[in-house]
T-cell receptor, first 116, second 114 residues
Framework: GAGVSQSPSNKVTEKGKDVELRCDPI?????LYWYRQSLGQGLEFLIY????????KSGLPSDRFSAERTGGSVSTLTIQRTQQEDSAVYLC??????????????FGPGTRLLVL | AQSVTQLGSHVSVSEGALVLLRCNYS??????LFWYVQYPNQGLQLLLK??????LVKGINGFEAEFKKSETSFHLTKPSAHMSDAAEYFC????????????FGSGTQLTVLP
């Protein structure tokens, strides 16, 4: 079956512009995660959605970052007024969580963002 | 707070030699532990995971890892390296009671020499 997909695969933008990154999780997966991978900070958790619960936004680095998940499926990560330090690979993952069972997170190929 | 330390940002082995990638975790309670692999320009792929069943976990591509609570370690091994194993490897930890987000180590780049 189809895995996690992300678009665009690459994005180049100018400092100060807004960008939107999209994630299509695996069909039926109830949990969706955003991570950021950068040279200086490694892999960092950003935000987590689970079903209809309020998202865990504890990893968002600033209020310029926001994310939403529509209809429990597709998610969009928005970065407003981009800065050069936002340059990174943004990874999305999804998993199926049932009761207390922990399920594997499946990762997409990422969106490589470059802010000039 | 949980943390993961991967010793050695770069490891080189000869083809056919033993692969040993080190991972130590810091957690107040035994966590869930994972190893992921990332090939160039690709996402992360799960190699194996420990979720409190057997302490020796076997994964894909001939890799395995052993959970040692006394040493707070979860080192990744493979008896014989193959050229296709060259990639970056990440150890990660998840708190059993949290929202299950992963905390990653800084990664180890594995080079396999012919």
């Amino acid at each position: 079956g189809a895995g996690v997909s992300q678009s665009p695969s690459n994005k180049v933008t100018e400092k100060g512009k807004d960008v939107e990154l999209r994630c299509d999780p695996i069909s039926g997966h109830t949990a969706l995660y955003w991570y950021r991978q950068s040279l200086g900070q490694g892999l960092e958790f950003l935000i987590y959605f689970q079903g209809n619960s309020a998202p865990d936004k504890s990893g968002l680095p600033s209020d310029r970052f926001s994310a939403e998940r529509t209809g429990g499926s597709v998610s969009t990560l928005t970065i407003q007024r981009t800065q050069q330090e936002d340059s990174a690979v943004y990874l999305c993952a999804s998993s199926f969580i049932s009761g207390g069972a922990w399920e594997t997170q499946y990762f997409g190929p990422g969106t490589r963002l470059l802010v000039l | 707070a949980q943390s993961v330390t991967q010793l050695g940002s770069h490891v080189s082995v000869s083809e056919g030699a033993l692969v040993l990638l080190r991972c130590n975790y810091s957690s107040s309670v035994p966590p869930y532990l994972f190893w992921y692999v990332q090939y160039p320009n690709q996402g992360l792929q799960l190699l194996l995971k420990y979720t409190s069943a057997a302490t020796l976990v076997k994964g894909i591509n001939g890799f395995e890892a052993e959970f040692k609570k006394s040493e707070t370690s979860f080192h990744l091994t493979k008896p014989s390296a193959h050229m296709s194993d060259a990639a970056e490897y990440f150890c990660a930890v998840s708190d059993r009671s949290s929202a299950r987000q992963l905390t990653f180590g800084s990664g180890t780049q594995l080079t396999v020499l012919p």
